[in-house]
């Protein structure tokens, strides 16, 4: 399996991003998904996850409400839609891939892993 994340950039806060991630090497409806972030000296931390249909989703409190994580399984695509975005959400966001949505916000137990994007949030 291979994940190739885009969509990272500099914005300024409160501006807006939207990160996509491209899956291939085997059936993309059969994966839950995922972001994780690591923001410089930090540990990395869960963010959100979706299941293999788009009915179910998954996240961490502080981006509730501001990011949205959607998927088309027509493009073998997984998207995060980050709105209202603050200096502390700057990271490198990953993209994951695990084959069971209940443990994918347990990053130890993950699948697949894609290279980061990384999102800067200026005040």
């Known amino acids: 399996v291979q994940l190739q994340a885009s969509g990272g950039g500099l914005v300024q806060a409160g501006g807006s991003l939207r990160l996509s991630c491209v899956f291939s090497?085997?059936?993309?409806?059969?994966?839950?998904m995922g972001w994780f972030r690591q923001a410089p000296g930090k540990e990395r931390e869960f963010v959100t996850s979706?299941?293999?249909?788009?009915?179910?989703?998954y996240y961490k409190d502080s981006v509730k409400g501001r990011f949205t994580i959607s998927r088309d399984n027509a493009k073998n695509t997984v998207y995060l839609q980050m709105n209202s975005l603050k200096p502390e959400d700057t990271a490198v966001y990953y993209c994951?891939?695990?084959?069971?949505?209940?443990?994918?916000?347990?990053?130890?137990?993950?699948?697949?892993w894609g290279k980061g994007t990384q999102v800067t949030v200026s005040s």
């Open positions: 090497g085997r059936t993309f409806s059969s994966y839950a």
């Open positions: 979706i299941n293999w249909s788009g009915g179910s989703t």
């Open positions: 994951v891939a695990d084959s069971d949505f209940e443990y994918i916000a347990d990053g130890s137990k993950v699948d697949y």
